[in-house]
């Protein structure tokens, strides 16, 4: 991309996927666009990952900002005929990483308390913000060729959002995924209480991805909420 088309650019390191059928009548009272089902169920995903390299065009890396933790919470919706991503929290450890997020992308991130750390092949991974906490251990595997689930789930490359009554849009730019498969060995899951009456069960599919470059166009106004 040029230069001047992109906003921000980052590195998504040690993604790890965990995705799950839920009801759809269920989770659409949490939702403000239409739903995008796989084979007719819902999907919730919680995606814990690292982020490094956060910088704007022509800048270094941004001082304090090199280097975050996050777990984020999100479906996938159709907008206008777009599939996306929409994310009901994105969780963070970096207080500087939440204002830039909420003030310049209108995205709801809130700051949290993560300890995090891989350890060869082993993945582990501590959670809290107030009442929400979520604490897994998993363990990565080969390299995997990515399934039409692997591929419907992450091959997205626009994410929705709203700030009061407007819709944003924000388009990302990257390689197709690298996937790992990978095994959740344990999981204690009360982040996912933010979805009151959602259950998390069974999961239906977990991969790791190592790493990835990023980088976001501008978001763009494309409407309101009730239009």
Request: include cysteine.
């Amino acid at each position: 991309m040029k230069a001047e088309s992109w906003i921000i650019s980052q590195e998504w390191h040690d993604v790890l996927f965990m995705h799950y059928q839920v009801s759809a009548e269920t989770l659409a009272l949490h939702c403000p666009f239409e739903l995008d089902l796989y084979q007719g169920s819902a999907i919730v995903s919680i995606v814990p990952f690292r982020m490094k390299k956060i910088r704007f065009p022509y800048l270094p890396a941004i001082p304090g900002l090199s280097d975050l933790w996050e777990l984020n919470l999100r479906t996938y919706v159709d907008v206008g005929g777009i599939k996306g991503v929409y994310f009901f929290t994105l969780d963070t450890d970096s207080l500087l990483g939440k204002f830039i997020a909420r003030n310049f992308f209108h995205l709801p991130y809130q700051h949290a308390r993560i300890d995090a750390k891989l350890v060869e092949d082993h993945y582990y991974f501590k959670h809290q913000r107030g009442p929400w906490h979520l604490e897994l251990e998993a363990q990565m595997g080969s390299r995997i060729k990515s399934s039409g689930f692997d591929q419907w789930s992450t091959e997205r490359y626009s994410l929705f959002t709203t700030d009061q009554e407007f819709i944003y849009e924000g388009r990302v730019h990257h390689r197709p995924w690298e996937l790992q498969s990978a095994e959740v060995l344990s999981l204690q899951d009360n982040f996912s209480s933010l979805l009151p009456e959602i259950k998390l069960t069974p999961d239906l599919n977990v991969t790791y991805c190592k790493k990835i470059e990023v980088r976001f166009s501008p978001f763009k106004k494309i409407g309101r909420i009730h239009d």
